[in-house]
């Protein structure tokens, strides 16, 4: 959300593969055996599948909540007001979560949304990181899966770095991007990457978004296609990705990176997510 990006994988098989994934980024085409990865061995260690009932809030062992506006519409001059009531966060019933943007007044404020996290309850160095999600869509929507580092409240932003998995723009619907935030490539130059489908979008179906965080690498998926590697060669400042990083998931209304919502911009306009998985590389 505040951006953020990077780039990796084992040299010269990197390389062939960055080769096929430029080709495959604006094309839903099969994916060249060249861009496959060494096998890596994976463990679970967190996960939420978001089972319950119809209406209930999401696991408070997992899941905690921004409340408000925050400051300047959260550094990004959103305009929503982001609250934990089930008309904007909750689960279906069906083993999802949903995230419901609104435009309803609400404490002083067009809009509402609902943006959850997992700080303080668990975060995580290293590891693989992904969710099932089915994208809003619409001038101005702005939804994102994403991470930052537990340091934040010490050190602050940008130099707690941000690990954006998933963002996508409500009026590119067939476009996501993959971004790094840190000290010295933050906000508009943040280092970033798109991936996106010539004949599909990403709020028909579900899809898989994903990275792989290594000490010298981060790699960014989609529906296991990797599409960007960044090592510390890649940034243009401090590499900051080695300490422990929490998930956030929410849908922003407006805002720096999408502007503003319009006529055509439909709502309720809702995320629904399939689940979230944490594993850990062993052996």
């Keep these: 959300m505040q951006h953020l990006m990077i780039k990796s994988i084992g040299k010269s098989l990197f390389m062939l593969g960055l080769m096929a994934v430029l ?4 094309n839903n085409c ?44 959260w550094g990004n001059q959103e305009l929503e007001y982001y609250t934990n009531r089930p008309e904007n966060v909750s ?37 693989r990181f992904e969710a099932r999600i089915k994208t809003p869509y619409g001038p101005g929507i702005w939804p994102a899966f994403w991470m930052l580092g537990d340091n934040i409240e010490t050190i602050g932003w940008p130099l707690c770095g941000e690990i954006d998995i998933l963002e996508l723009r409500g009026q590119e619907p067939n476009i996501i991007n993959g971004t790094l935030h840190g000290p010295g490539y933050s906000g508009g130059a943040a280092i970033t990457q798109t991936y996106g489908f010539e004949s599909d979008r990403f709020d028909v179906d ?21 599409y960007q590697r960044l090592t510390p060669d ?3 400042g401090e590499w900051v990705f080695d300490t422990p ?3 956030i998931l929410n849908v922003a209304v407006g805002g720096n990176y999408v502007g503003f919502p319009t006529s055509l911009t439909p709502f309720p306009q809702m995320m629904t997510v399939d689940y979230v998985k944490v594993y850990r590389e062993v052996g």
Excluded: C, M
């Excluded at 089972?51 to 409340?67: N, V």
């Design 30 to 73: 099969e994916v060249n055996e060249a861009q496959t990865l060494e096998q890596r061995n994976w463990q679970l260690v967190w996960s939420d599948d978001f089972d319950g009932e119809a209406g209930t809030l999401p696991d408070a062992s997992k899941w905690t909540y921004d409340i408000g506006t925050g400051d300047n519409g």
């Design 206 to 226: 579900f899809h898989l978004f994903a990275v792989e965080w290594g000490e010298d690498y981060i790699d960014f998926f989609v529906d296991d296609t990797l």
């Design 91 to 127: 689960l279906d019933g069906e083993g999802h979560l949903v995230i419901t943007a609104r435009r309803e007044a609400f404490a002083g404020s067009a809009f509402t949304s609902a943006r959850i996290k997992t700080q303080g309850l668990f975060s995580q160095a290293y590891g």
């Design 245 to 247: 990083f929490f998930l």
């Design 234 to 236: 890649d940034l243009t």
């Design 23 to 26: 080709l495959l980024n604006l």
